[in-house]
């Protein structure tokens, strides 16, 4: 699938367009949803894609503590990846 050789090359946001454009037009053109599995991986790409934000928030959060901190831990939360250093 398009959507995961996108993801293969490090190119989140064209995975991201490619899954809207077939949503889209599998909405406009035939009035469906797409496959499980096409939307579980849309999913997962969102959940990376939220995980190298709290990469990224955990690191402001070593200058200043408390945010951070708990920034991260809310992402932590909502994604399923490992955001240890």
């Excluded at 991201?16 to 909405?27: A, F, G, H, I, S």
């Excluded at 190298?52 to 831990?73: H, I, M, P, W, Y």
């Amino acid at each position: 699938m398009l959507m995961g050789l996108y993801m293969a090359s490090g190119r989140r946001d064209l995975a991201l367009q490619q899954y809207e454009m077939l949503r889209d037009y599998l909405q406009r053109e035939l009035n469906i949803t797409p496959e499980p599995e096409t939307s579980a991986l849309h999913h997962d790409i969102l959940d990376r894609l939220a995980c190298n934000v709290g990469r990224k928030v955990s690191a402001v959060g070593d200058q200043s503590a408390n945010l951070g901190e708990t920034a991260a831990f809310n992402v932590r939360a909502t994604c399923r990846c490992d955001l240890s250093p």
